[in-house]
């Protein structure tokens, strides 16, 4: 009788770990497709995103009408609040509203990349995303000298990445 009950549990046991390591390899086996369909959808979100926005800076870089004498409307959308504290606060709900995720952490950042919503920078336009904001630095260092230490900290982060 104690034999049967022995005999039992260990297939019992066998049957467990048989399960177990199937579910994951299965999962390990999921985790590493290349050709996945979210991966694509992602792909084919990004060209759209871009797409749109190539048009949207050709649009800006348009020549103009001379608008000389003409009196710009800016939209109440864009007005500031007297009080700034209601326009952050504005800020903060429209982000509420819409779900926009910002990045907390490594963690946060290492997510978004996996899903594709924060993509690496091709080495040349790298180059010159760095150029531009070098000048730009530099401006704000003229124009606040307390901010030196820490530009010239960010720059030497920047040449070392």
Known sequence: MI?????????LAA???GVWTGLSVRLKWQ???????PSRIAAAETTKVSD??????AKVKEDRPDASGVR????????????RHW??????AEIAKYGVHTCQDYMDLAAMIERGEMV????????ELHEKIATVGEEIVKDKPGMKPMWDMLTALAKKH
Do not use: G, N
């Open 15 to 17: 049957v467990a770990v």
């Open 3 to 11: 034999k049967r009950i022995v005999l039992i549990l260990l297939f």
């Open 72 to 83: 710009v409307e800016t939209p109440p959308e864009l007005q500031h609040y007297p009080e």
């Open 31 to 37: 985790q590493f497709q290349p050709d996945s369909e």
């Open 120 to 127: 690496t920078l091709p080495e040349a336009e790298a180059k």
């Open 52 to 57: 749109t926005w190539d048009q949207a800076v």
């Open 87 to 92: 326009f952050l606060a504005t800020q903060v």
